[in-house]
Each structure stands twice: as structure tokens, then as C-alpha cells.
């Protein structure tokens, strides 16, 4: 029966012993070979009891490879459930594994994912190991409580316009220090412009006659309620990310107790500034003990940003084979749309993963930085567009992390003027190049001698 279905089917079949999963939000629809079973396709709820059921008959059948397409987060639960029982799982992406050929249903789906994995035409999507997952979603939480603040402090500068006072206007962040104190003040019912003005800080770079005169404003009830609830509601999720924050330092105390001991200390910081929004705890030191690698020394990489690519894409690198794979995975490499020998799109793909943009505003960033990554970035902007510029960079900087995540490369910025001297020999040499092909020779201008 086994070689009637092969030669049905026309496709050679690698792995007999794989299934194939349609996930849904209530129920799987899971399909085997037709000769593993005499209901070669089942359904199950999507109840925990249910989902260990499943795995049971899969070990029942023989099966030792699973293949299921990533359907919003329903897929994760089952996921875990059949990794813990021994079966290898493979998330394929839906756009690479297309519509099932004819008339669309659950149970053909399931048979459609079943045949390509059995017949070895399906890549599996990256997903790093159990801790590495524990991280990230330590980390995504984060970004996500971060992500609410900010729309919570949106809601107090709007108050603050309603009643007239410009504040947020004359001060740089009306979350910092000088900010805070003056909203909790006017919360408490001062209204005194000049008592308010005395709350500045030594470091805030308005003067007190500029605050004095943003804090004239008309004060309403409907709006001071509005002003409270705002600033209620951003110090809860302040707390909520401190949380996150001591979990994260704690889930990284247990990779650094697991990691041998850096074989030398950790060099000296490029930047000792505390970026916005910052974790609460020294992560650079934490990341360099865990890692033996101190990835802040690459341009672009500041400590968050170096956690967030760790916990992204974990502490082994080897699963992309060359840095141009990983930017490819990035999508920060070019797109390749070829029809009839005719290039019909190069555009980037677009990517709804979270490094990417981090990676993107590290790259505007740099651009204005006197290094070498800042002047490919000009030199580029200047010829290209900043927008290509900015994926190019950003490519850059992807390629630095992986070679010194997989490595141990330790990065030394050669400098802007380094950078400018190496591609003017490159373009020297190409003018002499092309001036070879037509007979001539370029010859430099000697100096001329100042007139007195």
C-alpha cells in the first residue's frame, strides 16, 4: 500500500515517519502516513489533556518529526508539549509552505503539511532553546509594559495642553526628574507658578523664567482627573517593568552560574551615560560574564540593545552557516525577484521581526558618530538615499554581532578618516583601471608652491 501512495503521489518520501499538523484555535487537525494507522487523520481539542493525548497516539504511530505552521500563538502550548515528549518539531513558515491545492479544509491542510515534510521540502523557522525563550519573553513583556507607559504619558501631555501648560514643551522628557516634580505638585494642588518653577533640577537645561512662564495655565477639574489618572497609570507600569527587570537580572545570574569565568576583564566603556529606559541593573557586566564577549564595543550596540539580540537569537550562532544567512534572516540583505533572466525586484522583504528595528535606529545612530560605520553611512546616504543607507548599516552591524557572537572577533573601530583614505585608494584604483582600458595613465598633480 506504502509504494502505491509513493508512486500516487510522484514525490520521492525521505521521512515515512513524519506528521503533519493543521493548528487552529479549538481543535488540530493532525495527518500521518496512511500506513501508520487505520485513521490515518484525527482531531483533537485544544484542552491540555487533549493536546497530551495527541502526543501519545504520535508515539503510538512511530512518528518522530512533527511539521505545523506558526498560526498566531496557538501554536506554542503544542509545541512544548511535543518537544517535552522527545518528538522533533518543525515550524514552518506559512508563506513558504502555500495554499493546499484545490478545495480548503482542515483535514487537507494537515495532509498537505504531512506530504511536504514527508518528502523533505519544508525549512524549519528559527526558535532558540528553552532558556533562550525564557528570556525573550522576559524581554518582549518588558518592551510591551514600556510600550503602554509611553501611551500613558502621551495622555498626561494632553492633559497638560488642555490646561494650558507647556511644559512639555520647554522641559526635554516631562517624565524626567524636573517634570515629575512639577506634575505631582500641580496633582497636590499647587498652583504657585513660582513654587513650581523652584522644583527644576540643577541639570535641566531650561531656565526657571522659561518654566515660570509654561506653568500659567488654566487649571479645570475634568482635567486635573484626567493628569492624575495618567500619572497613576505610568507609575504602575513603572512598577510592572521593574519587575520585569529583576527577572530577567535573575534569569541571567542562572546563564552566567552555567558559563565558565571571562578570560579577561571586561574593557573599559565607550559610554558611561544611562540610556532611557534602561534595565536596573548592570547588563553590560552581567552580558560579558554570561558571554565572554563584550558586544557594547561595536558601534550601534549599547547594552540593551546587545541583550535584546542575544535574547532574540540566543548564544549559538552556528544554526546560520555565514553571516550572509543571518542577514538574510534579518532581511537586511537585498531581495532577489528574477523572472526571464530579468530582475524585477530587489527590494528588502519586510519583517515583523523586533531586532530589525532596533538594529535600524542603531544604524541613524551611528550615522552621525565620527567612526567608520558612521562615514559608510554618510558616504552611502550621499549616493543611495538614507533609506538604503539605513539597511546597509544595519547590516553592518548585524554582521559585527554574528562574527563576534560565533567567533570571538573583538571589534576595533578604525575610524571615520581611516575609512575615508581606504575608499579613496579603492577609488583611485578603479580611475586607473578604467583609464588603463583606454591608453592613458593617471599621474598625480604635484603640490604647488605658495605664492609669497
Known sequence: MADKIKRAEGLPVINRLAAGIDVGSRFHVVAVAADLDPEPVQTFSAFTTDLHRLADWLIRCGITTVAMESTGVYWIALYEILESRGLTVLLANAREVRAVPGRKTDIKDAQWLQKLHACGLLRASFRPG?????????????????????????????????????????????????????????????????????????????TAEEIRGSLHGNYQPEHLFALRQALDLHDYYQLKVAECDAEIERVMAIFRSKSSTPSAPIPAARHRTRAANALAFDVRTSLYEWIDTDLTQIHGLGPNLALRLVGECGTDLSRWPTSKHFASWLTLCPGSKISGGKVLSSRSRKSANRVVAHLRLAAVTVGKTQTALGAFYRRLSARIGKAKAVTA?????????????RYGMEYRDPGANTYEEKYRERLVKGLGRRVAELGFSLQPIAAQAGVS
Open 130 to 206: 528553552r532558556d533562550i525563550c525564557a528570556l525573550r519573553a522576559y524581554l518582549r513583556q518588558r518592551e510591551r509594559l514600556l510600550d503602554y507607559t509611553a501611551s500613558h504619558v502621551q495622555h498626561l501631555q494632553k492633559a497638560l495642553t488642555h490646561m494650558n501648560l507647556q511644559l512639555h514643551h520647554i522641559v526635554s522628557d516631562v517624565t524626567g526628574v524636573t517634570g515629575l516634580r512639577i506634575v505631582r505638585a500641580i496633582i497636590e494642588g499647587e498652583r504657585d507658578a513660582e513654587v513650581l518653577s523652584e522644583m527644576r533640577d540643577v541639570r535641566c537645561k531650561a
Open 393 to 405: 548599516t544595519a547590516r553592518k552591524i548585524a554582521v559585527l554581532f554574528y562574527n563576534a557572537m
